[in-house]
């Protein structure tokens, strides 16, 4: 969400998009390759204890009688995202319904970081830097996860894994490690199966490889390109002083934009998390089931 500020990496409008892309980062060894984005794990890892945490609480707090509100929101999410699996996948693996709930609920958590003041956090991390002696314009922070890319990668990565397992446990390794050579072209005769085998392959492993690419990039672009928009909204009334005219003309632009992609985000950041779990379900289905 986009607010009116006093940017800390100076007044130009690329020096304060600069600074909102540039990642708290720590350098561990001399190689570019270990950098960490702080930022990104500390968020990452606060999501997870919210997520964990809050729905901890509702199976503590649950009861059979007249549910709460809360809990009735609960309830619903947890019983629309067992349905699907039921409906899509068709093993017997217990743990793709909880993964799937877990996807959902933490894309959606992290994702939702991204409708907080696109200035707030930065500039209470700026003012704790400038308490501690430091430059306050290097006091980068970036607070949505899923718009660094390292981050949709992993889970999608995670995915991958998790759908090669279901794989072998579903159809053992010799009929799993088989199907790489007889689908998706299929041949009578064993001449047949061993002139298509070298094509299967290598469509397999193109669509195995695309699987996690397309999950990620995904993700990643959209919440990138909805964290920018922010920035982009930000800087509309960037630089001129509370007493210009443009300020007040802008400003109010800048309301009104700041308001339509709010609530439109709202349905991105919702559908981006549903689109990761159903597609995450649909692969670990396909895994499961014999060509």
């Known amino acids: 969400m986009a607010t009116p500020h006093e940017p800390a990496a100076g007044a130009d409008m690329t020096g304060y998009i600069q600074h909102h892309l540039h990642h708290w980062q720590l350098q561990v060894g001399d190689s570019a390759f270990m950098t960490l984005n702080l930022d990104t794990l500390i968020f990452t ?8 945490g809050l729905f901890v609480l509702f199976a503590r707090r649950a009861t059979a009688g007249v549910p709460g509100k809360l809990q009735s929101i609960v309830e619903a999410v947890v019983l629309f995202v067992d349905g699907l ?3 899509t996948f068709h093993g017997k693996s217990k743990v793709i319904a909880p993964m799937s709930l877990t996807l959902f609920g933490l894309i959606f958590f992290m994702n939702f970081l991204d409708l907080l003041p696109i200035d707030f956090l930065p500039w209470l991390w700026s003012g704790a830097h400038s308490l501690a002696g ?17 981050t949709p990668l992993g889970m999608a990565l995670a995915v991958f894994f998790m759908v090669q397992y279901v794989g072998l446990s ?3 390794v010799v009929k799993f490690f088989a199907e790489f050579f007889t689908a998706p072209f299929h041949a009578h005769g064993a001449l047949g199966k061993v002139l298509l085998s070298p094509a299967n392959l290598l469509l397999r492993l193109i669509e195995e490889a695309v699987r996690p690419v397309s999950l990620s990039l995904r993700l990643f672009g959209n919440m990138y390109a909805g964290e920018l928009i922010f920035i982009l909204i930000a800087v509309m009334t960037l630089g001129a002083g509370i007493a210009h005219a443009s300020t007040w003309f802008l400003g109010f632009g800048q ?11 709202i349905l991105i950041i919702t559908l981006q998390a549903f689109i990761f779990m159903v597609l995450s379900i649909v692969y670990l289905s396909m895994a499961a089931e014999s060509h």
């Not at 890892?45 to 964990?52: G, H, S, V, Y």
């Not at 430091?134 to 390292?150: G, K, S």
């Open 45 to 52: 890892l606060l999501c997870c204890a919210t997520f964990l």
């Open 85 to 87: 699996v039921k409906e």
């Open 255 to 265: 309301f009104v934009a700041d308001f339509g992609w709010t609530a439109f985000h």
């Open 134 to 150: 430091h430059d306050p314009a290097h006091a980068y922070l970036r607070i949505v996860p899923t718009a660094d890319l390292n």
């Open 170 to 172: 579903e159809k053992g």
